[in-house]
């Protein structure tokens, strides 16, 4: 029988960037890539250059996809709990050519995947049910047919 591949994914809302790299560790991670818009934080830990330092250490590495991160209108939908505006508006801007460009880059990865092992995508919001990250998901479900699982590292 073959091995399911999968694909998971994390937000670090509420969570200590300590605990996120403990949880990806323990995933098996080997690929973080970065979904933000964004990638400033006031969180410590969690802008770009402190988060991609961090991975380093524990061996992940780090991609950044600008372009498959939530619009400003999008990112307003997400914190009202709007998930049907959210849909609509991110659905828009994966049409966009930044969007598809780094949709293609991430498809491109899955060489990578199977040679290095799992990838996470990584956002800010912690349940998935109500961020951009779980479309991006649910499309390289459909395209690849691997299995998603969303890891919830322990919060502050």
């Not at 830990?45 to 330092?53: E, M, N, V, Y």
């Not at 994966?94 to 598809?100: E, G, H, I, S, V």
């Not at 799992?118 to 912690?126: D, F, K, M, N």
């Amino acid at each position: 029988m073959a091995k399911v591949r999968k694909l998971f994914t994390i937000g670090y809302e509420q969570t200590p960037h300590r605990a996120v790299l403990d949880e990806l560790q323990n995933a098996g991670v080997k690929l973080l890539v970065d979904v933000r818009a964004v990638v400033s934080s006031r969180r410590p830990g969690f802008s770009k250059t402190q988060l991609a330092a961090g991975l380093d250490e524990c061996g992940i590495g780090y991609i950044h996809l600008r372009g498959l991160g939530t619009p400003k209108d999008g990112r307003m939908a997400a914190r009202s709990g709007d998930m049907k505006t959210l849909s609509k508006i991110y659905h828009a801007h994966l049409k966009t050519p930044q969007a598809r460009a780094d949709m293609d880059e991430l498809d491109a990865l899955d060489a990578l995947v199977m040679q290095a092992g799992p990838v996470c995508l990584l956002c800010y919001e912690r349940d998935h049910a109500v961020c951009h990250r779980k479309f991006i998901a649910e499309i390289i479900e459909t395209r690849e047919g691997v299995e998603i699982e969303n890891l919830v590292a322990p919060q502050i």
